[in-house]
């Protein structure tokens, strides 16, 4: 036996590096199977390497392979991604949990659905079941490390099957593995990245977004099931009805390492304890295990990742009984290695005190992309450790955590949602219902008139009894916010939510809902019909609408029995005459109209009865829309006050808005043809010759004229409109041409364009004003053709959004107030009720020969607020000669609080 010289390893740096390498050799040997196939030998490098990223097809044709190679190894294809990708994930398991799948995802599904079962009969399947594991990353595909490091998680049970370590977790988990949450994302990011590698722009952000549409929203969607990735990955759990799910994210607060459940607070008040509990026990194992591998630098809770909002896909399925987290690693940027110093460190993290949820702080060093994937690959081991170890208690609480809400409901309110067929847009509660049943919530129907709590609801009438298993779910997203005010003093700095703070459904979708509040007769229960359609085929091709009448393109929501079961009231077209009118105050309108306009048929505004007339079609193309939209139509003659021809562009900024990309969403889904505009456009002076309106959507001044910084991107997307782009946009409203600003771009067209118009919340501090995105009331126009179709009293959204009110020179209409005393807020938290009261949060604003529609708020916020869609799609189509044809409206519309200029300068110094 040969020994070493340690003096002489110490002196001699070749010798050391002989030494390291000598100590790693048996980890590289340990109980690996040969036949199983490398990731490097597939993909043709070292996953996890310094400036190297897989793509999705490098990542598919390794599973592909290691599917062909491992018998325990199954792949399944379960979709289409928005740019039709072949999605896939992949069952890892023993090979007799392989054979016998169909008999134990039937055992999940009876614990998740328990009505009726004992206890015994639970624990009898808890015992004979499998805990199944769903575990993800790359959904936010920026976060790099999330989908790389699924390969070699994958590489490493299968090739170590027979160890110690990995026997019991094969036998007792079958692991859901998705190579990636966002397969389109993974390309977009890996090929951006490796195309600038070796260059100034090797770390450079994408100028586009990440998904489709929405890009880092993917993870905001998850109750309304917009994106058809969402819908994908709400189809595949609920066939599966995991018992664990953890989706891995990359933006832990420097300078941790990880960050891990429990959740800062505050969480989600619906949230079951027993699955809450549940979570909390994992971050701990997590933690535990990260500690026993030596890798520093794990915290749990602080006060950024709250769980207070229900649309993270990793989160909504804790109100659906099952565990479901995210962690956060730390990201430098993509696979570009960094050396942290303590100069690095903020100053309260220079000391490296011990905390008891930060028990061993990270040092510095170097931070690469394997260290990344290190974090998750342990992290992830340790969730399947534990869910292989306490499987029979993941599988009872999942029953448990179902009988306590069928139980809790039976004995106190909500006792059941009650919602009206005949609504001033039919077709909305159907929207809401679908995507309720699409997330496993059980509707009925009344078979007959009944009555209930002195009112008389006829046949037909919606009833969601909330004595089922996803009841708080169902709560989560139809009640109320309060955002609890977690200040440690009353003028103490504000805990801001995370995300939105309130997002009340029936009142952003303006859905007359009834809040059962006291039990359903036997009688009533009797009355009650199970909704129940024949589910459409699978198919994630959107290019073909299956069921005009909702939002989602292809088979939508209907692949569900349930949402397939869910139709509005049958359209009506009453009258004669050869022009169809139609009533802004239902979405499905504008289908219409943008089906029309994409035909080039004449499309009308009629001022008096505020409605849009279509000319030209045939009586069999009018009877189809009211058919296909369930529309109610009205035959007239005439032309009402002015022919509406409207060019549409969309403002598409090189710094890849979300925002923007859900405008352009909504456009698409309502068929509503427009020409996205990118900077240079705005560098000619023929803007006006091109369009008639511009929309931008909601992004801050400096962004949208400065844009990406030069030298910190490729050339060709540097730069923002510019002093150039500046006054030819000044000069397209001049001309006669609407800008439409959004929310934040209304602060640039107030001060780019140099409108009299004041922002009276700019620069307040949000110890005095904060909104917190919140759902407020205000007063619409009741004449002006944007606020067509709104109801007097209307709820918006608001987030980070402007108030308005108008200085001396101001010549135009308010279209929408806040009321002159009291609080607006409906859901969510308000701070600073007082800069509200009185003033604008929508105006119209001439300028030379056209004009400035200002939004203080979001209509189409991720795709959620369809009480607003109109006021957007009114704006789209408000030109100059709708503006003349209109009325003048009542004094009190024309003016808010105005303030003298000399007093607006002032109070700006």
Known sequence: MFQIDFTLVGKCTHLRKIFFLMALLPLCLFAQDP??????????????????????????????????????????????????????????????????????????????????MTKQEAQQLAEEGKAIVDISGGLHASEVAGAQHIITLAYQIISEADTKKFKPILDNVILVLWPSLNPDGQNIIANWYMSNVGTPYETARTPWLYQKYVGHDNNRDAYMLNMLESRVVGRTWREWEPNVIHVHHQSSPFPTRIWLPPFAEPIAPQSPPIVARE?????????????????PGAVHMGKGFDAWYPGYID???????????????????????????????????????????????????????????????????AVLDYSAKYKETLLFNKYQSAITAIEKYRKEPPFAYIIPQKQRDPVRPVELLKRLAFNGAQISQLEKSMEYSGVTYPKGT????????????????????????LRESPDGPLEQPYDAAGWTLPFQMEVDVVT?????????????????????????????????FDFAPGAGFDTDKVAAGIKPLPGTLRGSGNTLWLDPAENNSFRVLGEAMTKGLPIYYDAKTRKYGVRGASRTEMQSWVNDFAINGVLGSGSGSAQVKSRIAVYRPWTASMDMGWTRWLLDNFGIPYTSIRDSDFMTGNLKDRFDVIVMASDRPGTIENGIQPGSAPPQYTGGLGTQGIRNLNAFVEQGGTLIALNRSSNFAIEALHLPVKNVVDK???????????????????THPVMAGM???????????????????????????????????????????????????????????????????????????????????????????????????????????????????????
Do not use: C
Not at 764 to 782: E, H
Not at 837 to 856: E, Q, Y
């Open 35 to 116: 036949s199983i196939p490398k990731p490097e030998d597939v993909i043709g490098f070292e996953v996890g390497s310094d400036f190297h990223l897989a793509t999705y097809e490098q990542s598919i044709d390794y599973f592909k392979k290691l599917d062909a190679a491992s018998d325990l190894v199954q792949m399944r294809e379960t979709g289409k991604t928005s740019e039709g990708r072949t999605w896939y994930y992949v069952l890892i398991s023993s090979k007799e949990n392989l054979a016998k799948l169909d008999h134990y995802k039937d055992i999940s599904q009876k614990l998740a659905h328990p009505k009726g």
């Open 462 to 485: 919606w009833v969601i009894p909330m004595d089922q298993e996803f009841a708080e779910m169902i709560r989560q997203v139809l009640d109320v916010q309060v955002y609890p005010d």
């Open 315 to 381: 989160y909504l399925p804790v109100m659906q009984n099952i565990p479901a987290f995210w962690t956060e690693t730390a990201l430098y940027r993509y696979a570009t290695p960094y050396f942290y110093t303590i100069q690095d460190f903020p100053e309260e993290r220079k000391d490296f005190r011990v905390e008891s949820l930060y028990n061993s702080p990270w040092k510095g060093g170097w931070w690469r992309l394997r260290d990344a994937m290190q974090y998750m690959q342990t992290a992830s081991i």
């Open 516 to 548: 059962g509040m006291v039990p359903l007769s036997e009688e009533f229960k009797a009355a009650l019909n199970p909704v129940e359609g024949t589910a459409l085929t699978t198919t994630d091709d959107e290019t073909e609408d299956l069921n005009k």
């Open 791 to 909: 109801q007097k009293d209307a709820s918006i959204f608001v987030y980070d959004s402007p108030i308005f009110s108008t200085l001396e020179e101001f010549e135009g209409e308010v279209l929408a107030k806040y009321q002159e005393k009291g609080s607006p807020l409906m859901s969510g938290y308000l701070v600073g009720e007082e800069y509200m009261n009185g003033k604008s949060t929508a105006l119209d604003v001439k300028h030379g020969n056209g004009r400035v529609l200002l939004f203080g708020y979001q209509p189409q916020w991720r795709g959620q607020p369809m009480g607003t869609y109109r006021t957007l799609f009114n704006a789209l189509l408000y030109t100059n000669g709708v503006a003349k044809a209109n009325p003048e409206s009542d004094e009190k519309w024309k003016i808010i609080e105005s303030t003298p200029k000399s007093e607006d300068k002032k109070s700006s110094n």
């Open 279 to 295: 979570v909390n026990m994992i971050g701990m194992a997590m933690a535990q295990e990260l500690e026993t591998e030596g890798l």
């Open 764 to 782: 307040v501090d949000r110890a005095k004003f904060f909104t917190g995105g919140s759902i407020v009331q205000v007063a619409t126009n009741p």
